[in-house]
């Protein structure tokens, strides 16, 4: 472990994965909450004419020019589609499509033009079309220190302001707050977490750096706080899974590795988050149903008894149980309910009610019966 | 001069076929799920290639369209378990396709000959030398024949559904009761996308494919409100960016892709700058000319009920306007103006009065409301 | 200076448009302090409008609105809303004393979080709505009524002068609009102002003091004794009620025939 971290590359990138996984975790949060998922996508492509404009005119391929130019193309694109959508008849997933692939488009456009200028190999603009991890350098992973602290100073500064924007914008307007620019605040925000992504995962999977830790997180908790940390976790978690995994086996593109890593978690997530988990609802439902099937043998049970001159402890064969449930296999009720001591297993294969059982069974008919109030 | 024929004759085939599926996607505000097909679609791609070792056959092509539609499968699983919105279920599902695709290629260098650059940023220009023949005579590019054939796919859908695909787009509720099964329309229509964007890529590249599905209707849908209409100029909207986008390209030596986007986008800012109703310029006039014309109506009902109050003498003040009205000194001298010239009001020492014609117009805006 | 002749509301010509129609026409409105008002309508007859021009949620045309004679923009701090309940997300990730808590961000400013005094505070708002129990609920999990009051609270914690609700009424239930009906009582009772989007003209006698009949144009403002009446009435309905004297100058009137909406009506002449 000891050298792994001597690495040099390896500490870079790991510092880089981390510094975006936390700060692509909490602004995607907002993203997600807004139902602004997908703008990520677009934008993350809308900065390509960017970078390649900004390496054009400057002629300089430092990391900090190029980023710049992206993010004044992905400030470009969000006013673009802002505008678009002011119109009656252009939608929003219509503006955002051709945000993404016309800003593209006009970004191959500028690549070609650029890989003709004398001196300027392909290399070093396209590795922001998948990102490669390994190209991180000192300089590069303190730039996105350099913008991600602060960025999550800010985020902090203005917690309150943004988390009503996100809930409510126009109480806020009405609570007097200029709603216009926390939102451009948390637009800027958004643009800066995708910029510092291009260079590690890329134009095309920068999105989903935004979407899945947040959507992981969502499903752990019902506080924006805690979302927002769970997710910024979540990041730094896929961050550093798929530098580990990209760097212990050949040829692992590290963006994707990251990406998977984060899916991984998404699905883990979905599955077995406690309350709102798939697998728990599914525990919820069958117990629930497990219930109502032990209250309706219970129900039967002693309408049967009843009709024996109301000896309630009369023994029932179990084919008589099961032909009055809906359910295929009545044993495993019973069982449960024997164990409850609601009923009791009598010679053979058939069942009577216990004293417990036949006053739950009553209490139940009443309330069944009770007209509603 | 053959080549470029030939090469134009597979961009405008392609435009058309895309343009007429990414017509529906707009009318249902699903625009994105092209993007999102767009990129899973490699995966299938891949898994097809290790299958059959070449990327030649036809299964390749089915493979791919069905990983198109796993995608929508399982997007419409995240959205049906309420644990995500749409939006982020898309944003989760065809990142983690395209990583595995990804993987799986780097992974296999060796034995795959599948350049991902490629598949993102197509290579029209290449077309006219995969030729497909048989029995030794040449029957033109492959490219073609694919592109006529998804194209005319398409064609056959949209004249078999046209009336079915209207309903379920405008009212899906409906369509349901009627019996035409919204659903099953949904999934032909999103196979479809799916197969024409397997048919696209090679020529367009995967990202691309969205340029020419989305743009152009968007386009189209600033020009027109009837639907026939809309997809006509779709179609001839992505033909005519296609065709300009790869002149341009040969002749400034561009991304042909790139380049055919990029003339897209620039049919959109036109359309949204100067379209004859709906374009920006055109609505900013209308909302001009409303609001002078509201303001002046409001002036004249202001006077009129004011008219022999006791409040009279207050609120027909000229400064008044600018007080209670809240309008900025040129705007209400706009107004005024305006009713002065239209004869509709007189000023006597200060106080504006009503003209009979101003009275009339008074009491014609009322009996509006 | 009584203060009580500065009015708590004072609009003067107020004119909106969303499109080319005006939704607004020339509203004067003069409310003075502590009444209870229900502003009533038909359907689109602007009553949101109304609310959400004074709040600055939408842009007039033309008009000047004041509160506690100055502009409305300069009172946010004294000014409380309460919006439609559907108006946001309610699967959004917060609880519902945060929800009450957003009640005092007006007053912190920058940088200032919610402390303990604003949390007390926020309580003792879930207590006069009857949720004190619910407070660490996520707010998905309250019913329509609960939500309801939650915004309630909301808008109690802004200790506000004057107060806007948009059917506060909508979809609840008779026990919790008791309740509610007895807290907007409490704040009159407290000198504070409160105006109501009201649909049930049956309970609007009972409800308020004050009433404002609103279609499209301004048909009457004033005390309910003296405006709420069947001729009004009729004017803002266009003449589609059913009336029942009721005695004390007061009717009860009951809409017959699913109303049609102005826009409707005009499309029909
Ligand atoms: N954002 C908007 N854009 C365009 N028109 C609007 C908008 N909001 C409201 N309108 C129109 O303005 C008119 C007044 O709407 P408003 O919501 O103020 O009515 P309301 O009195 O509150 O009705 P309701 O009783 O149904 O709540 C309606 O005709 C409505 O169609
Ligand atoms: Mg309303």
Known sequence: ?373 | MQAHLEILAIAAVIAVACALPGTLLVLRRMALLSDAISHSILLGIVLAFFAQGGLDSPLVILGAAASGVLMVVLVEFLVRSRLVREDAAIGLVFPVLFSIAVILVSRHTGSIHLDVDAVLLGELAFAPFDRLEAGGADLGPRGLWIGTGILALNLAFLGLCYKELKLSTFDAGLAAVLGFMPGVLHYGLLSLVSLTCVGAFDAVGSILVVALMIAPPATARLLTERLGLLFALSAALAVAGALLGYGLAVFLDLNIAGSMATVLGLFFALTWLAAPREGWLARRALRRAQTRRLAGDLLVIHLLQHEGSPTERREARVIHMQEHLGWSPEFARGVLADALEEGHVTRMDGLLHLKPEGRQRAEKALVHI | MNTHEIPALQVDDLTVAYRERPVLWDVDLRVPQGVLMAVVGPNGAGKTTLLKSVMGLVKPLAGRIQIHDRPAREQRRITAYVPQRNSVDWDFPTSVLDLVLMGTYGALGWFRRPGEAERERARGALRRVGLEDLEGRQISQLSGGQQQRAFLARALVQEAQIHFMDEPFQGVDATTERTIVELLKELRAAGKTVIVVHHDLQTVADYFDWVTLLNVRLIASGPVAEVFDEERLRLTYGGRLAFAATGGGSVAAQPVFGRLAPDEERKGS
């Open chain 1, 1 to 373: 472990m000891s050298s792994f971290l001597q690495d040099y590359t390896l500490r870079m990138v790991l510092g880089g994965v981390l510094a975006l996984g936390i700060f692509s975790g909490a602004l995607g949060s907002f993203a997600v909450l807004r139902r602004q998922s997908l703008l990520g996508d677009a934008l993350s492509h809308a900065a390509l004419p960017g970078i390649v404009l900004a390496f054009l005119l400057s002629g300089s391929r430092a990391t900090g020019v190029l980023l710049l130019g992206a993010a004044i193309a992905g400030w470009l694109g969000t006013l673009a589609i802002r505008a678009m959508v002011r119109g009656r008849l252009t939608r929003e997933d219509s503006a955002l499509g051709i945000v993404l692939s016309v800003f593209f488009g006009l970004g191959l456009v500028l690549l070609t033009w650029a890989q003709r200028l004398p001196g300027a190999g392909k290399a070093g603009l396209d590795k922001f079309l998948f990102g490669q991890a390994a190209t991180l350098v000192r300089s590069d992973v303190l730039l996105m220190c350099a913008i991600a602290l602060p960025s999550l100073l800010l985020l902090v500064l203005f917690w309150k302001e943004l988390k009503l924007l996100t809930f409510d914008a126009a109480y806020a307007r009405a609570l007097g707050l200029p709603v216009e620019r926390v939102e451009a605040l948390l637009t800027l925000l958004l643009v800066l977490a995708i910029v510092i992504g291009l260079q590690t995962v890329g134009v095309v999977l920068m999105s989903a750096m935004l979407i899945a830790p947040a959507a992981a997180a969502r499903q752990w908790t019902d506080r924006l706080s805690r979302m927002v940390a769970l997710a910024a976790l979540a990041g730094a978690l896929s961050g550093a899974g798929g530098v580990l995994l990209s760097s212990s086996a050949p040829r692992w593109p590290t963006g994707p590795a990251i990406v998977l890593c984060a899916s991984l978690l998404v699905v883990a997530s979905l599955l077995f988050a406690p309350h709102r988990g798939i697998l728990w609802s599914w525990l919820r439902f069958r117990r629930n149903r497990r219930r109502l099937d032990e209250d309706l043998v219970l129900y039967h049970m002693l309408q049967m008894a009843q009709h024996h001159a109301g000896r309630l402890d009369h023994p029932h064969a179990r084919r008589v149980i099961q032909s009055m449930t809906p359910r295929a296999d009545v044993r495993p009720v019973l069982h449960s309910l024997e164990q409850a001591g609601w009923v009791r297993r009598r010679e053979g294969d058939s069942w009577s009610l216990t004293s417990d059982g036949a006053e739950r069974a009553l209490s139940h008919r009443a309330e069944r019966e009770r007209p509603p109030s």
